[in-house]
């Protein structure tokens, strides 16, 4: 690429939004799109379990960001479908499989419980089971467990297979994967007009889009306040393998709080079972500890005994986005030309298909849609509402 390259949109990471978004909007007909990442297709997807639990997720004080995960998980099956013909047949493993959330003691089926009531408060899809009930839609649970939830509409995809199907939907949709690290955000006059990259050279664009994940607050150019930190909050995931003999195994995406923390169990059709995750506020390490291997197979075997049978064949650690208040920044910010996508912390996954449609829209028309409203990052500025691009 030669210096001094010009896009419409430059999108400032790879990751599973940084490379949707560029997709969506090259589309929408946004015009040239450029990805500068190193490794497009990295980041924290690729060490994700891929649970699409928008209603299992959801906490106390979090029903705008439910409104959100809602409207991606119903688009999600297009989305995947679409996809895998974008990139020439690249699967993601989009399935249909439902999540049961169970609990091992009776602190924490009260927490359920109370969960349940929540649920049914804001008329959500949500069935209460009795611990016989649990056991007799997933036999491999313990027999300690003392109730949980069937939500049906909580599925999965593979992130990985989602990142590698994204990337050749993006080559085959001209988007120009430039893989090289961003080292400068170009600011002339007061407006973003570009990066400068580790190579020496510049890309200059007319909509620089800041997807860098828990980095992004760090770019050099970024003038002070324009996005508040982004932390990173430390998963450590484990990835064993199913044999044969011993399918099926799990049927459906299994969740469960024990003794406070909360696990989770995806199994795929390909045999791989993905157990996660622990929550670390470690900066930006990654390392893999034994404490978190430990942490994360002893709370698996109290839920399903019969998974220490199974090979591990992985481990590994990623940084989830965190944004002070755990919601996604979507939309322009406070400088010119710069439009955020990042801080989506455990929902990055779930979030794509919604996000990659609500910035494709703003890219090409200059209008916040109204459900990306909520989560401008004009929230946390003092003038509050951000509805349009600067001229």
Request: with cysteine; glycine share 10%; aromatic share 4%.
């Amino acid at each position: 690429m030669p210096s001094g390259a010009r896009a419409d949109v430059l999108v400032i990471g790879g990751g599973i939004i940084g490379l949707a978004v560029a997709w969506r909007a090259a589309q929408r007909g946004a015009g040239t799109v450029i990805v500068v990442d190193p490794s497009p297709g990295g980041g924290a997807a690729a060490v994700a379990a891929g649970m699409l639990a928008p209603v299992t997720e959801l906490q106390y004080g979090e029903e705008p960001l439910l409104r959100l995960g809602t409207a991606s998980n119903e688009r999600y099956a297009a989305f995947a479908a679409e996809l895998t013909e974008a990139s020439g047949g690249a699967e993601t493993g989009y399935r249909r499989c439902g999540t049961v959330a169970v609990a091992l003691d009776s602190d924490d089926r009260e927490e359920l419980r109370e969960l349940h009531a929540f649920h049914q408060r804001l008329g959500l899809d949500s069935t209460w089971l009795s611990g016989r009930e649990a056991r007799k839609l997933e036999p491999m649970l313990a027999p300690g467990v003392r109730g949980g939830l069937h939500v049906a509409d909580d599925h999965q995809v593979d992130p990985r297979r989602l990142l590698t199907a994204l990337v050749a939907a993006c080559e085959r949709t001209d988007v120009l994967l430039h893989r090289t690290e961003a080292v400068e955000l170009l600011v002339e006059d007061g407006r973003a007009v570009g990066a400068r990259l580790r190579t020496g050279e510049t890309v200059r664009a007319d909509q620089v889009v800041l997807a860098a994940g828990p980095h992004s607050h760090r770019l050099p150019g970024l003038p002070e306040g324009v996005l508040p930190a982004i932390r990173p909050v430390k998963g450590q995931v484990l990835r064993l393998r199913i044999p044969d003999a011993y399918r099926p195994f799990l049927s459906r995406n299994v969740r469960a709080v024990v003794r406070g923390r909360h696990i989770y169990l995806v199994p795929r059709e390909n045999g791989e079972m993905v157990v996660g995750a622990t929550t670390e506020e470690q900066g930006y390490d990654t390392t893999v500890t034994a404490g978190g291997v430990y942490e994360l197979l002893r709370d698996a075997h109290e839920l399903v005994p019969g998974i220490t049978e199974l090979p591990l064949l992985e481990t590994s650690a990623g940084l989830r986005p965190g944004s002070p208040d755990n919601a996604p920044l979507l939309g322009p910010t406070s400088l010119p030309g710069l439009v955020a996508t990042t801080g989506h912390y455990r929902n990055g996954v779930l979030l794509t298909p919604v996000t990659a449609d609500l910035l494709a829209d703003y890219l090409t028309t200059g209008e916040v849609p109204e459900l990306a409203r909520p989560f401008t990052p004009a929230r946390f500025a003092q003038d509050h509402p951000v509805t349009k691009a600067s001229a």
